[in-house]
T-cell receptor, first 111, second 107 residues
Framework: NAGVTQTPKFQVLKTGQSMTLQCAQDMNHNSMYWYRQDPGMGLRLIYYSASEGTTDKGEVPNGYNVSRLNKREFSLRLESAAPSQTSVYFC??????????FGQGTRLTVV | GIQVEQSPPDLILQEGANSTLQCNFSDSVNNLQWFHQNPWGQLINLFYIPSGTKQNGRLSATTVATERYSLLYISSSQTTDSGVYFCAVGNDYKLSFGAGTTVTVRA
């Protein structure tokens, strides 16, 4: 039982490059989330998907887009990376209002 | 959005000591979780506790939803308890995190 799987684990981008972070869950959860964590801070919500076919903005959506590909997969895209997007990105999933489970994180550096 | 405040921000313990971490939140919630982020960055689920009291080994948690706070107790602390403890709260779909309490347990 893999839980929530994120790829890649590490990535270095040049300013202006684009990339997609992938997330997949095998727990049959309805809701999926993307968070970012900056040094010394808690996690901040970027986007979430309450169910397949829906996506909504969180606290810090600027510079990002998301796609809920199917019930299992939720991707995060950076169209033109900026140094301010250097962070650790976490994907999570949960069933309705219940317990959320997190992936292992993607450490992204934009130079 | 819901504001989440955790205290203290930092805690240094001698191995074997007990401690209490607090989480206060600004609005009623139906979801509250405690996480431990280990030194490798993994977020480990400790408790799902929107109300009441739960215990798991040396850790226990209590949430008083009507008074908008939750407490995490660590007893007989060990060096492996070091890391950052996060409280996260929400309603239905969204989950908002506090800034965390950094715990350092010294041998």
């Amino acid at each position: 039982n893999a839980g929530v799987t994120q790829t890649p684990k590490f990535q270095v981008l040049k300013t202006g490059q684009s990339m997609t972070l992938q997330c997949a869950q095998d727990m049959n959860h309805n809701s999926m989330y993307w968070y970012r964590q900056d040094p010394g801070m808690g996690l901040r919500l970027i986007y979430y998907s309450a169910s397949e076919g829906t996506t909504d903005k969180g606290e810090v959506p600027n510079g990002y887009n998301v796609s809920r590909l199917n019930k299992r997969e939720f991707s995060l895209r950076l169209e033109s990376a900026a140094p301010s997007q250097t962070s650790v990105y976490f994907c999570a999933s949960k069933k309705d209002r219940y317990e959320a489970f997190f992936g292992q994180g993607t450490r992204l550096t934009v130079v | 959005g819901i504001q989440v405040e955790q205290s203290p921000p930092d805690l240094i313990l001698q191995e074997g000591a007990n401690s209490t971490l607090q989480c206060n939140f600004s609005d009623s919630v139906n979801n509250l979780q405690w996480f431990h982020q280990n030194p490798w960055g993994q977020l480990i689920n400790l408790f799902y506790i929107p109300s009441g009291t739960k215990q798991n080994g040396r850790l226990s948690a209590t949430t008083v939803a009507t008074e908008r706070y939750s407490l995490l107790y660590i007893s007989s602390s060990q060096t492996t308890d070091s890391g950052v403890y996060f409280c996260a709260v929400g309603n239905d779909y969204k989950l908002s995190f506090g800034a965390g309490t950094t715990v350092t347990v010294r041998a």
